[in-house]
C-alpha cells in the first residue's frame, strides 16, 4: 500500500476534497499536524508523496513557527528523491521558498472566487491540461504570494496576482489556490471569528454574502475539476507496473 505524507498547520484546513480522492486510491495517509505537533520530525523519505497545505501563518514568520523550517527542510529532501510533492496556498509559498524564490505580500488580498487564468505551460502540463478553455473560477484565501522558483513552469495566473500555479520537474506542483475546498470547508472558513474578522479587515461584512452566493455558482464546476486535476496527482502516488518478459520457446 502507497503512504503519503500530509503535513497540516491547523484542524480548520484539512484536504477537503482531496481526501476522499486518496482514500479511495487506496492510499494510506499519514497526517502531521503542527498546531498539535510543534516539534514533529517526520522523515519524508519514508513515503511515497508529499501534500502540504495552508495555514494563516506565513513564510517571514518562521521565528514565531519553527515547524515551518521542518517543513521546509521535509520539502528539499522529498524534491531530492524526486517524489511526488502538492503543495497548497501557504503550502506553495513554502515550496517556493525552499527551491530559492521569495515569497512576500501580494499587492491585494484575495479571498472568495476569482477567475483563474491558464498560460502556455499548462497545455501539455499533467494536471493542468484538464482546466478549461472557459473561465475557471477558483476559491482563494490569501494575502501573500511567491516568486517562480528558479527552473519552475508558469502555469495560471489571476488580474490580481501573477503567479498563482506552477510546476517544478515533473512531479512537483504549487497551487496558490484552494481546488480542494468543497461546500463544509468554505462555510466553515466564513464562518469563524478570525475569518470573518480578516475579511471585514478588507472588505465590508457583505463581501460574506456574495462569497456564499458565488460558492452556490462555482462550486460544482470546481469540485468536478478537482477530481480531475487531483486525480493526476494521485495517480503518481501507484506503483509502476512492471512489465514481465516472456521466454521465447
Not at 524534491?79 to 513554502?94: H, R, T
Not at 474578522?197 to 460544482?220: F, K, N, Q, V
Request: overall charge positive; proline content about 6%.
Amino acid at each position: 500500500m502507497r503512504k503519503i505524507l500530509v503535513f497540516q498547520h491547523v484542524a480548520s484546513e484539512p484536504m477537503g476534497h482531496l481526501d476522499p480522492l486518496l482514500r479511495g486510491s487506496g492510499c494510506r495517509i499519514r497526517y502531521v499536524n503542527f498546531s498539535r505537533e510543534p516539534r514533529a520530525e517526520p522523515d519524508v523519505r519514508k513515503y511515497d508523496g508529499l501534500v502540504v497545505l495552508g495555514g494563516p501563518m506565513n513564510v517571514d514568520q518562521r521565528h514565531l513557527y519553527p515547524h515551518l523550517n521542518t517543513e521546509m527542510s521535509a520539502i528539499g529532501d522529498a524534491m531530492n528523491a524526486e517524489k511526488p510533492v502538492l503543495a497548497i496556498c501557504l503550502g506553495a509559498q513554502l515550496l517556493a521558498a525552499e527551491m530559492g524564490a521569495d515569497v512576500h505580500p501580494n499587492p491585494v488580498p484575495e479571498i472568495g472566487w476569482y477567475k483563474l487564468q491558464t498560460l502556455d505551460g499548462a497545455h501539455d502540463d499533467r494536471l493542468f491540461h484538464h482546466f478549461e478553455h472557459r473561465p475557471n473560477y477558483v476559491f482563494q484565501w490569501h494575502a501573500y504570494t511567491f516568486r517562480l522558483p528558479p527552473g519552475a513552469v508558469h502555469l495560471a495566473r489571476t488580474r490580481g496576482c501573477r503567479n498563482q500555479a506552477y510546476r517544478l520537474g515533473d512531479k512537483a506542483w504549487g497551487l496558490q489556490f484552494h481546488l480542494e475546498a468543497d461546500e463544509a470547508l468554505i462555510s466553515r472558513w466564513l464562518g469563524t471569528p478570525q475569518g470573518r474578522s480578516e475579511i471585514e479587515r478588507y472588505w465590508d461584512a457583505r463581501r460574506i454574502t456574495r462569497i456564499r452566493g458565488a460558492t452556490r455558482r462555482h462550486l460544482m464546476q470546481a469540485q468536478a475539476l478537482s477530481e480531475r486535476v487531483f486525480g493526476e496527482f494521485v495517480k503518481l502516488l501507484k506503483p509502476n507496473r512492471r512489465r514481465t518478459v516472456l521466454r521465447s520457446r
